[in-house]
């Protein structure tokens, strides 16, 4: 039971003092559970964090003192030879370029998904349309990767070798074998498939916010709806743009099994994309772990530590830059 | 939504010969020129694909080609509405052209993939699938002997493991945020966002760094954890706590949001009639949410049920059916992921059955929080 109370000690009424009186809450037993409750809900949240990061330091300190700084330097990945040499340089720079070749592909995509769901798609369609995005998010991982490699891959190797054929003088396009099959493309195609329901529900969300008056007075002032998105949807939404690319970003750093169906995995760092060879910290990680042990073990935590705290970070900061363009800044109304 | 013609604004319509009668102008309506304009476009930019593509630069392939063709019919399309209807028309259309082929292309993948799994899985689909398990099938049995019960068992087990951790706690933090409203609030916001982020890999080794590998070198908790009786090795319990760190923070979100569309005025006025906070929870603003709370519950599950690099790390997989979580087991994605990684092609038509199996598990799920989601928008009004 919640009572409110005059605090004995405080003033007492009188015509001249306009003290206002303090107030105290005293909550009942039964409050006082719920509430403990629900902050221990809470907290576990804090603490699962928490235990996430130090178990993982804690178990990857035995690789970090066997390699030092070279952890960040070597590319190559013996951590059994004598004496052990490992390194997530490429494992952490292929990560990145699969990533990056999914966010190009899958940021388009997005944000034409998005504003075809608010501005163009019927109003009867647009439900169904949100849910389908939602269902793309909802396929497993491991269905895309399977997907991508007996599907998406064997289609995808032409135009590989197309763009090999006539874009060679774009050094990122140049191959020097070919093979052109469990290239870091391929995996970025797959993944971009992964990321676009994440960013398109972040930038719809951003988009849908937009000021319907701005809106109404652009297409009032003779505007036509390609030229009121560019000059009120797309601006009011660039935070989101922005936010939502960093959070798919976040995930595709993080994806394992797709990208570990699908690559041959190499560890020297090149920049040709479309020839075969590539990797990634996670899949490295599930590739290799049923036969590590021992400092091998600890540094398979290790890279996962990097990884973890990559994503923490990109994470975060997209979550800042989203909540930025949501707390309703730029509109003058 | 209003919707203004920009057709005839700033360049004159093609039949200007006859004055005085003003074509009227009806948003949306489409006409035979625009239709025309538009299969002309894409029926002379495959023609220019086609040259492109297989005449003078041949071997693009047949993606190479259709990409080809999107740009090449745009190209026309934005050069022929130019000459009618001028610039800002022509931007217009394109851009709508644009935004619609988008849409398509991420639709598309979808349809392919369920259309793909449905027809490489039908061929090992049998009764037996979901009845016998994979003890006595070698790797060169046919696809038609052997099944995954085993594998479905796991799923079902550590899936359910995984609902009884995170659903309480998931919803116990959503009335955290939005019902006790303390002062942790925002800082705990922040960490929920952040662990949805974490990559399903990491979960996996978080849970095998601290329960089934247990070194002991973090002193209070190693030991703590030694006293379960499923630590220090591979079990189906260890998959499920993997899996509940993913669905904690889907669950907190989407319950988090439901209990925001709960009106005020219910709060205010249970609170009014001397009800504490810990009835008006329980009693008015959950029994409100809660066809909400359970499109939570299954949008976790969704989410939990694909997820094979956290298993692969904590319930390490078996062939025979082993239905006592605290041991080894198989489940549905990773017994998919070990038979697709096989080079024989009966394991690999049962990978594809396994995925189908899976992919079903999903769309049904998935249906269902659509279902009971459609129902919690009702009851609000």
């Given at each position: 039971?919640?009572?409110?109370?005059?605090?004995?000690?405080?003033?007492?009424?009188?015509?001249?003092?306009?003290?206002?009186r303090?107030?105290t809450?005293?909550?009942?037993?039964?409050?006082?559970?719920?509430?403990?409750?629900?902050?221990?809900?809470?907290?576990?949240?804090?603490?699962?964090?928490?235990?996430i990061?130090?178990?993982?330091?804690?178990?990857?300190?035995?690789?970090l003192?066997?390699?030092?700084?070279?952890?960040?330097?070597?590319?190559?990945?013996?951590?059994?030879?004598?004496?052990p040499?490992?390194?997530?340089?490429?494992?952490?720079?292929?990560?990145?370029?699969?990533?990056v070749?999914?966010?190009?592909?899958?940021?388009?995509?997005?944000?034409?998904?998005?504003?075809?769901?608010?501005?163009?798609?019927?109003?009867?369609?647009?439900?169904?349309?949100?849910?389908?995005?939602?269902?793309?998010?909802?396929?497993?991982?491991?269905?895309?990767?399977?997907?991508?490699?007996?599907?998406?891959?064997?289609?995808?190797?032409?135009?590989?070798?197309w763009m090999?054929?006539?874009?060679?003088?774009?050094?990122?396009?140049?191959?020097?074998?070919?093979?052109?099959?469990?290239?870091?493309?391929?995996?970025?195609?797959?993944?971009?498939?992964?990321?676009?329901?994440?960013?398109?529900?972040?930038?719809?969300?951003?988009?849908?916010?937009?000021?319907?008056?701005e809106?109404?007075?652009?297409?009032?002032?003779?505007?036509?709806?390609?030229?009121?998105?560019?000059?009120?949807?797309?601006?009011f939404?660039?935070?989101?743009?922005?936010?939502?690319?960093?959070?798919?970003?976040?995930?595709?750093?993080g994806?394992?099994?797709?990208?570990?169906?699908i690559?041959?995995?190499?560890?020297?760092?090149?920049?040709?994309?479309?020839?075969?060879?590539?990797?990634?910290?996670?899949?490295h990680?599930?590739?290799?772990?049923?036969?590590?042990?021992?400092?091998?073990?600890?540094?398979?935590?290790?890279a996962?530590?990097?990884?973890f705290?990559?994503?923490?970070?990109?994470?975060?900061?997209?979550?800042?830059?989203?909540?930025?363009?949501?707390?309703?800044?730029?509109?003058?109304? | 939504?209003?919707?203004?013609?920009v057709?005839?604004?700033?360049?004159?319509?093609?039949?200007?010969g006859?004055?005085?009668?003003?074509?009227?102008?009806?948003?949306r309506?489409?006409?035979?020129?625009?239709?025309?304009?538009?299969?002309g476009?894409?029926?002379?930019?495959?023609?220019?694909?086609?040259l492109?593509?297989?005449?003078?630069?041949?071997?693009?392939?047949g993606?190479?080609?259709?990409?080809g063709?999107?740009?090449?019919?745009?190209?026309?399309?934005?050069?022929?509405v130019?000459?009618?209807?001028?610039?800002?028309?022509?931007?217009?259309?394109?851009?709508?052209?644009?935004?619609?082929?988008?849409?398509?292309g991420?639709?598309?993948?979808?349809?392919?993939?369920?259309?793909?799994?449905?027809?490489?899985?039908?061929?090992?689909l049998n009764w037996?699938?979901?009845?016998?398990?994979?003890?006595?099938?070698?790797?060169?049995?046919?696809?038609?002997?052997?099944?995954?019960?085993?594998?479905?068992?796991?799923?079902?087990?550590?899936?359910?493991?995984?609902?009884?951790?995170?659903?309480?706690l998931?919803?116990?933090?959503?009335?955290?945020?939005?019902?006790?409203?303390?002062?942790?609030?925002r800082?705990?916001?922040?960490?929920?966002?952040?662990?949805?982020?974490?990559?399903?890999?990491?979960?996996?080794?978080?849970?095998?760094?601290?329960?089934v590998?247990?070194?002991?070198?973090?002193p209070?908790?190693?030991?703590?954890?030694?006293?379960?009786?499923?630590?220090?090795?591979?079990?189906?319990?260890?998959?499920?706590?993997?899996?509940?760190?993913?669905?904690?923070?889907?669950?907190?979100?989407?319950?988090?949001?439901?209990?925001?569309?709960?009106?005020?005025?219910?709060?205010?006025?249970?609170?009014?009639?001397?009800?504490?906070?810990?009835?008006t929870?329980?009693?008015?603003?959950?029994?409100?949410a809660?066809?909400?709370?359970?499109?939570?519950?299954?949008?976790?599950?969704?989410?939990?049920?694909?997820?094979?690099?956290?298993?692969?790390?904590?319930?390490?997989?078996?062939?025979?059916l082993?239905?006592?979580?605290?041991e080894?087991?198989?489940?549905?994605?990773?017994?998919?992921?070990?038979?697709?990684?096989?080079?024989?092609?009966?394991?690999?038509?049962?990978?594809?059955?396994?995925?189908l199996?899976?992919?079903?598990?999903?769309?049904?799920?998935?249906?269902?929080?659509?279902?009971?989601?459609?129902?919690?928008?009702?009851?609000?009004?």
């Amino acid at each position: 039971m919640t009572v409110v109370e005059l605090d004995p000690s405080g003033p007492s009424w009188s015509a001249s003092s306009d003290v206002p009186r303090p107030i105290t809450v005293r909550r009942g037993f039964g409050d006082r559970v719920f509430r403990g409750l629900a902050v221990a809900a809470g907290a576990t949240t804090f603490v699962v964090m928490g235990l996430i990061g130090l178990f993982l330091a804690v178990e990857s300190w035995e690789a970090l003192q066997v390699a030092g700084a070279g952890f960040f330097t070597d590319s190559a990945w013996l951590p059994t030879d004598d004496p052990p040499v490992f390194g997530i340089a490429a494992l952490l720079y292929w990560t990145v370029v699969i990533a990056v070749i999914a966010l190009v592909l899958a940021v388009p995509v997005a944000i034409g998904t998005a504003l075809f769901i608010n501005e163009y798609s019927p109003r009867w369609l647009r439900g169904s349309l949100t849910g389908l995005v939602d269902l793309l998010a909802a396929v497993p991982s491991l269905v895309y990767g399977m997907w991508g490699f007996y599907f998406l891959q064997p289609r995808l190797i032409g135009l590989s070798s197309w763009m090999a054929d006539h874009l060679a003088f774009v050094p990122v396009f140049e191959v020097r074998t070919d093979k052109f099959a469990s290239s870091a493309f391929v995996a970025g195609v797959v993944v971009s498939l992964m990321v676009v329901p994440i960013v398109t529900s972040v930038v719809r969300e951003v988009f849908s916010q937009a000021p319907q008056g701005e809106k109404e007075a652009a297409l009032a002032l003779g505007g036509s709806r390609w030229g009121m998105i560019r000059t009120v949807v797309v601006p009011f939404g660039r935070g989101g743009i922005v936010g939502g690319s960093m959070l798919g970003l976040g995930r595709a750093l993080g994806e394992t099994i797709a990208v570990a169906l699908i690559i041959s995995p190499v560890f020297e760092i090149s920049p040709r994309i479309l020839e075969q060879g590539a990797n990634s910290i996670a899949a490295h990680i599930a590739l290799r772990f049923g036969e590590a042990s021992g400092v091998a073990l600890s540094a398979l935590v290790a890279a996962g530590l990097a990884l973890f705290v990559v994503t923490l970070v990109v994470n975060s900061l997209s979550t800042i830059i989203v909540a930025r363009s949501r707390s309703g800044q730029g509109i003058e109304l | 939504m209003t919707v203004v013609d920009v057709r005839d604004h700033d360049a004159p319509t093609v039949a200007t010969g006859a004055p005085a009668v003003v074509e009227r102008i009806r948003p949306r309506a489409l006409r035979p020129l625009d239709v025309g304009l538009f299969a002309g476009s894409v029926v002379a930019g495959g023609a220019l694909a086609w040259l492109v593509f297989f005449r003078l630069t041949p071997m693009g392939g047949g993606l190479g080609f259709v990409l080809g063709w999107w740009v090449a019919s745009l190209f026309v399309y934005r050069t022929v509405v130019h000459r009618h209807l001028g610039r800002q028309a022509a931007t217009d259309r394109v851009m709508a052209v644009v935004v619609g082929s988008a849409a398509v292309g991420l639709f598309v993948p979808l349809v392919l993939i369920l259309f793909f799994v449905l027809q490489k899985g039908i061929t090992a689909l049998n009764w037996g699938f979901f009845t016998e398990t994979l003890e006595f099938t070698g790797p060169l049995s046919p696809a038609d002997e052997g099944g995954a019960l085993h594998a479905i068992v796991g799923t079902l087990q550590q899936v359910g493991i995984a609902v009884v951790c995170s659903v309480p706690l998931g919803i116990m933090t959503a009335v955290y945020l939005n019902e006790v409203r303390g002062r942790l609030r925002r800082p705990l916001r922040a960490v929920v966002e952040a662990m949805s982020g974490v990559p399903s890999i990491v979960a996996g080794l978080f849970v095998y760094a601290m329960i089934v590998a247990n070194s002991g070198s973090i002193p209070v908790i190693g030991t703590v954890v030694s006293w379960l009786p499923f630590s220090g090795r591979f079990s189906g319990v260890a998959a499920g706590l993997a899996l509940s760190v993913l669905m904690l923070p889907t669950v907190t979100r989407t319950a988090e949001e439901m209990l925001r569309l709960v009106p005020g005025g219910l709060r205010e006025a249970s609170l009014a009639l001397g009800a504490p906070e810990w009835r008006t929870a329980l009693r008015v603003v959950l029994p409100t949410a809660r066809i909400g709370l359970v499109t939570a519950v299954i949008l976790g599950v969704a989410r939990a049920i694909g997820e094979t690099a956290p298993l692969l790390l904590t319930a390490f997989g078996s062939a025979s059916l082993e239905t006592n979580p605290l041991e080894e087991q198989s489940s549905l994605p990773l017994f998919v992921y070990q038979q697709i990684r096989s080079p024989e092609q009966a394991q690999i038509d049962r990978a594809w059955t396994g995925a189908l199996v899976l992919i079903l598990m999903v769309l049904i799920l998935f249906s269902l929080a659509r279902f009971f989601g459609a129902r919690s928008k009702v009851a609000r009004r």
